[in-house]
């Protein structure tokens, strides 16, 4: 093994195996990331190109920065992604109507004539030797990268400082909302709900069916009605209630049909043309 | 294999990730699509230090990973004060401005 060699020009077999098994995977998870119309699904395709990327850094000696890629963006920076997606991002519907008269297409072929820039760039570069990261490394990676930040980076890293608190503050200010009246305590809310006399006993539950007790199935009147009050505030803004009673209702008069032609109470030849043309 | 393919695949990555920008309009993933470029660029440093045989490159890649970090806090908080406001995510509803 030519570790300390001053230039070689091929990698080993198995680093070059995982580079065309790997290599597909990222650019198809980066393209999932563009394409996917959901935005958890970007999410997640760009997760697995980080951690495919962080296997790359490993693979090229970058032992410490394949590390922090896995840590900070996989771990930190991806969760908080899901975060506001989880905040924001599933009930905003990604519009698909072009609003600038065909701008995709454009955007498409400035991205193609950019990507052949770049790679026909490189291809004419002379890069045939490499040196390698054996000498560099010799003394521990982590090691290496310590000495270089605390010397010949302090600077740039003592910047660093400043800006990741100029972060944290900028992060908290934008998102901090402040109250405009002090918050009723549940004493004053309750009342101010006798006060007003409308609903003074608790809400009803949702879902009292049988087969469904999710929370967006409306709880049944005794009339047989729906009471929309039985469902949160918030999915009935939405529009997101789900009414079932007549699902019920069917699926109880299929069974009761059921049970006659099984009783054979009724003529088998009137029931069968029903079924069939459900 | 030259580590040169590695260089071709950090060009790829961004320019996924740079039509992302240009063609997605719901403003995570085109945030999204900046860090794809962002992790292009970092695997396109760690190659170069492999080539040079130094670790210069991989410093710079970890600065990258810190101005990331920043970046995305910043980014996301904004975002989530956009959403706040006019109750969607898309790029184009941010027209306040406009005549």
Known sequence: MSTFA??????????????????????????????????????LCLAGTMIILAVFYLAQGAYFLGVVQIVVYTGAIMMLFLFVVMLVGITAADSLKETLKGQRWLAAGCGLGFGILLIAGIGNASLDTFAGLGQANAGGNVEGLARLIFTKYVWAFEITGALLITAVVGAMVLTHRERTEERSTQRELSIARVRAGTQVPPLPAPGVYARHNAVDVPGLLPDGTTSDLSVSATLRDRGQIRDVSNEALADLAELEQRSESWLERSAPEVTAPEEASK | MNPVNYLYLAALLFTIGAAGVLIRRNAIIVFMCVELMLNACNLAFVTFSRMHGNLDGQIIAFFTMVVAAAEVVVGLAIIVTMFRSRHSASVDDANLMKL
């Open chain 1, 6 to 43: 001053a230039a070689a020009s091929t990698t080993s077999t198995g680093e070059a195996f995982q580079f065309w098994v790997l290599a597909v995977v990222a650019v198809l998870g980066a393209l999932g990331t563009v394409l996917s119309k959901k935005t958890v699904h970007s999410a």
